[in-house]
């Protein structure tokens, strides 16, 4: 069974960081391709970061330069570290994994922003 396990979600002020974490169970980590997504009150959830099982990251234009995307594969963790944080980074944010031609998602974790 897999599971995805986010933490590290909170309430930050506008500027400062946060890192969250995703845990995941299965042995096939190492060749999954994971990626952070988030999704704002009444709007649609929304591509954050990915990175592929080789390691090759992409990033959403509104956080390029501030969010690092990181995999882990002995701990079966990926990262994603924000920096300069403003209010319309206020969101829940879902680790999404891919893996053998299934997608699955977290549960989320909120992420506050104040202003």
């Known amino acids: 069974q897999v599971q995805l396990v986010e933490s590290g979600g909170g309430l930050v002020q506008a500027g400062g960081s946060l890192r969250l974490s995703c845990a995941a169970s299965?042995?096939?980590?190492?060749?999954?391709?994971m990626s952070w997504y988030r999704q704002a009150p009444g709007q649609e959830r929304e591509f954050v970061a990915s990175?592929?099982?080789?390691?090759?990251?992409d990033y959403a234009g509104s956080v390029r330069g501030r969010f690092i995307i990181s995999k882990d594969n002995a701990k079966n963790t990926v990262d994603l570290q924000m920096y300069s944080l403003n209010p319309g980074d206020t969101a829940i944010y879902y680790c999404?994994?891919?893996?053998?031609?299934?997608?699955?998602w977290g549960q989320g974790t909120q992420v506050t922003v104040s202003s």
């Open positions: 990175i592929e099982w080789w390691g090759r990251t």
């Open positions: 299965g042995r096939t980590f190492s060749s999954d391709d």
């Open positions: 999404q994994r891919r893996s053998s031609g299934s997608t699955y």
